[in-house]
């Protein structure tokens, strides 16, 4: 991870507990969503912010934790 990480904010807790229960999130047009969800979990803005934190890495349309995100979610 760089020196210009990104700290772990409150509203990131939701988005990673469910990445770690379902293994990865899917991005729609307004944010990210879980499997099968039809409301979404968190905002693209704080997607990228989770992704450049170490957070969450992206696949494609598909966001999956990273050891990091892992623990955190704990």
Excluded: N
Excluded at 2 to 14: N, R
């Amino acid at each position: 991870m760089s020196d210009h990480s990104v700290v772990l904010f409150p509203g990131m807790i939701k988005p990673l507990r469910l990445a770690r229960v379902y293994g990865f999130l899917i991005q729609r047009a307004d944010g990210l969503y879980h499997p099968g969800g039809s409301q979404p979990i968190c905002t693209m803005t704080m997607a990228r912010k989770m992704v450049e934190g170490g957070w969450l890495t992206q696949y494609g349309q598909r966001y999956e934790p990273t050891e990091q995100g892992l623990r955190a979610a704990e």
